[in-house]
């Protein structure tokens, strides 16, 4: 039984239908009890493990502490009153508490917090006051402007002549609303192509876009963190790309007997500065691995298996310095 098949059995006759739930946003949606009993079975879940999904024991302290919840806030508003959400997760842990459930509420407040950290992620820096992007998942988000102009001040780092407010605007009338959230960098790129002959200095600003683009095509082929820089991502995306590639039957199996971690610290992100528009697009188009169209190598990963895979069959073969590949400056 799933934890939704669990918290949608009756919990509660208490009438709840006149009471309005204030989300982040501000925006108001009916209360609806079965979603504090998914929320309060994933915590039993995650301390019982998804064996226990079918348990009855789990299934009637569920009921329990969701018949509390609902019952309090109810004390609490007249009819037709408003709660905050935050308000109602502060009464599940209080419940939870109550019923001697310490486990529980604690991976219940874990739970709070991943998903506070992945709203500090997803939500938007600056929203657009019109424009929308459609993501992954379909749903329709505003356009982050602000990680737009973060994105291009990054990228520009370090480099004379560069007019990122302009650049970022002439982009902005290449967008539309609903656009798929991809191809926003992609129209930062196009447009900061365009500048490279008047200077030349928008050659490397259109790679550092361009390696933007990647990274975010990457972390999602490889579910990898979208949050992190270049540093700290190197190391975790050439152990995932490995196992990646041998699932996919694109390396050979012996390339993971490698010392994925000394092999991972090794790598130098800061070497992917070094790149031009056109040798970074020439590496993205014809020589990085991918499959079903989402590329899964980063520069620098891409550099370590060519030395991984020429040092493949030598006895010493745990890529000593000089065997790591480097790109050229300028490539």
Known sequence: MSATALAESPATSTDTQSLQVIKRNGTLVGFNPSKIGVAVTKAFLAVEGDKAAGSARINDAVHRVTDQVVQAISRRLQAGGKVHIEDIQDQVELALMRAEEQKVARAYVLYREEHARQRAVDEPMEAHPHLTVKKADGSLAP????????????????????????????????????????????????????????EPDYSAVTARLLLEQLRLENAEALDLPRNL????????????????????????????????????????????????FLGLQTLYDRYFLHWNGARLELPQVFFMRVA????????????????????AVQL
Do not use: W
């Open 143 to 198: 356009l982050d402007l602000g990680l737009m102009k973060l994105q291009v001040e990054q990228a520009a780092t370090g480099l004379e002549g560069i007019d990122g407010a302009s650049l970022v605007d002439e982009a902005l009338r290449n967008l539309y609303d609903g656009i798929a959230e991809t191809e926003v960098v992609s129209a930062l790129i196009m447009t900061a192509r365009g500048r490279i002959e008047q």
């Open 308 to 327: 991984m895979g020429l040092a493949l069959r030598e006895d010493d073969r745990q890529c000593p310095r000089h065997r790591i590949l480097q790109p």
């Open 229 to 276: 820089p270049l540093a700290e991502v190197y190391p975790q995306a050439l152990k995932a790309f490995i196992a990646a590639g041998i699932r996919y039957e694109l390396l050979d199996e012996a390339m993971a007997a490698f010392d994925l971690e000394r092999l991972g610290a090794a790598i130098k992100s800061e070497q992917d500065l070094q790149f031009g």
